[in-house]
Structures are given as structure tokens and as C-alpha cells.
């Protein structure tokens, strides 16, 4: 299967210990996708400075694709972190570096190869939201990861265009978090998830609703866990559709069951995959 990852890429710059690790919730879905035995792509903006040539180097030596990327003059994006108990903290970032002032019209620049893929994913750190119809008109399912933060109604406006939401709900209560999964299947998105942290996930499909706990670990750094759960369950779904012994219940719990599973391995790995780089 081949999947891509449309949208942001960062180093996530932890300062305790002056180490950058590549990261990014796009790029992280098409790492992700690569370790999970899928043909993955990565299309984005890299700034020029070294962060940038650290990115840019990793991917390739994890045979992500990178080949209608683009580079501008400027740097690339950056968060700051620490990290106590195993618990990432974020100090700050530069909402993306050199991307932010780079339209992502260039995605559109080759059609034909977005349509060679069986997936795209994207995220709202991405500044993609106006190019989702256009995106949408390809009849390549997509996927958007709201995060955290989000305003409900800018989210649900987007989730006509979309086919997988993903909500990161822990501050909400379940009745709340409810309410919102079911909106945004009202507005169109097929599949809608909330990840609670350790109340777990809820999925909604429209119809019927879906509870996955997470899987008990000792973490060694949770930055990227989400990305991880987003990524498992995307690939082990689209991989299992075209199964027509599988009834569609038992594969959303099947893909919901991976996504805890590979979402606590990524916990063991300090960055959302490793690759630090010292400075």
C-alpha cells in the first residue's frame, strides 16, 4: 500500500539535553507508515538551515519518498521541548518556520502522483485547510489530524472533505467529546476518533461507537504517540478493506486494537522515532 504524508515537518528541539529529533505530525505519519511495511511518501516545505538538512537526511535514509518536496530560503520548523517522567513538554514554537509563508498549492503541481496513493494524510499544523476540496477532488481519502487545538467550528467546517477526523479530546468530557465525534460525521467525515490519553480512544462511524484503552507502558518519551495511534490505525484499516471476509465492525476494532498496540512502542523511543542529533 502506499500512503503519503502531506504537510508539516519540525525538529523537535530538546533543549535539557540539546538534541534535535526529526518530527512533524505529516512527516511523522510517513515514517510511521514505513516501519509498518507500507511504500511511504513525505511532500512538505524544508527550509535551508541545518535542522532542515537533518530532516531531509533521515528520511532518506529511511527510504521515505521526498521527491516533490520543495526547499525555501528560511528556517525550517522548530519546537521547543523538554521532558520530565517520560512526559514530553513543549515550550514553544515557530508555528512552522519558512512553511508558513509558502503556499501549498506545489502539492498540485503533479496530479498523477497524488493519485498513485492509496492515502494521504495531513494535519492542522500543515496550512493545507484551503487546499482540502481541491485535494478531495483527486477521490484520494484523506485524513486530518486536528490535535488539541482546534476551534469546533473551524474543524467541523473542514470535515466535508475529509474521510478519517482525528480529535485530541483529554480536556473534554466523554458526553462532550461525544458530541463532537458525532457532529463531525454529521458534516460528512466517515470515521471520526477522540484519543483521551489514558481514558483511551472513542471512534464513531456514523452509526454505531468504539472504545480502545490504551496499552499499559512506562514511557520513555510520549512524544508522537498520537501520531503513532493515527498511523497504525490508518494503515491496518485501508490495508484490511479490501477483505470481504471481514465484517466492517471487526476491522475498525482490529485497526483500533494495532493503533494502541504500535502507539506504545513508539513510548519506548525517545523523539517521535529516534535520530537525535546533538548541538
Not at 159 to 171: I, R, V
Not at 187 to 215: M, N, Y
Request: proline share 4%; aromatic share 10%; net charge negative.
Amino acid at each position: 500500500m502506499r500512503v503519503i504524508g502531506i504537510g508539516d515537518n519540525v525538529v523537535d528541539d530538546y533543549t535539557n539535553i540539546r538534541t534535535m529529533f526529526p518530527g512533524g505530525n505529516a512527516l511523522n505519519f510517513s515514517v510511521y507508515a514505513t516501519m509498518l511495511g507500507c511504500e511511504a511518501a513525505y511532500m512538505g516545505v524544508f527550509g535551508n538551515d541545518d535542522a532542515a538538512a537533518h530532516v531531509q537526511r533521515t528520511l532518506t535514509n529511511l527510504g521515505v519518498d521526498t521527491s516533490h518536496c520543495i526547499s525555501a530560503d528560511g528556517p525550517n520548523g522548530r519546537a521547543e521541548l523538554t521532558h520530565q517522567d517520560g512526559e514530553r513538554i513543549f515550550l514553544g514554537s515557530n508555528e512552522g518556520g519558512i512553511s508558513k509563508t509558502v503556499p501549498m498549492a506545489f502539492i498540485f503541481d503533479d496530479v498523477d502522483y497524488l493519485e498513485s496513493f492509496s492515502l494521504a494524510h495531513t494535519s492542522a499544523y500543515s496550512y493545507i485547510d484551503t487546499a482540502l476540496p481541491r485535494l478531495q477532488a483527486l477521490d484520494l481519502p484523506i485524513s486530518y489530524d486536528f490535535s488539541d487545538d482546534f476551534g469546533a467550528e473551524h474543524a467541523l467546517s473542514l470535515c466535508p472533505y475529509l474521510d478519517f477526523g482525528f480529535f485530541s479530546c483529554a480536556d473534554l468530557t466523554n458526553a462532550a467529546t461525544k458530541a463532537l465525534l458525532k457532529e463531525a460525521a454529521c458534516r460528512g467525515c466517515k470515521l471520526v476518533t477522540a484519543t483521551r490519553g489514558a481514558a483511551g480512544a472513542i471512534l464513531f462511524d456514523g452509526q454505531s461507537w468504539f472504545e480502545q484503552a490504551p496499552h499499559p507502558v512506562t514511557p520513555t518519551d510520549t512524544l508522537g504517540a498520537g501520531d503513532a495511534f493515527i498511523t497504525g490505525f490508518l494503515v491496518t484499516y485501508a490495508g484490511g478493506q479490501g477483505d470481504k471476509a471481514i465484517r466492517p465492525a471487526s476491522l475498525i476494532e482490529n485497526a483500533l486494537e494495532k493503533a494502541a498496540s504500535f502507539a506504545a512502542e513508539t513510548c519506548l523511543v525517545q523523539g517521535a522515532f529516534g535520530h537525535g542529533l546533538r548541538y
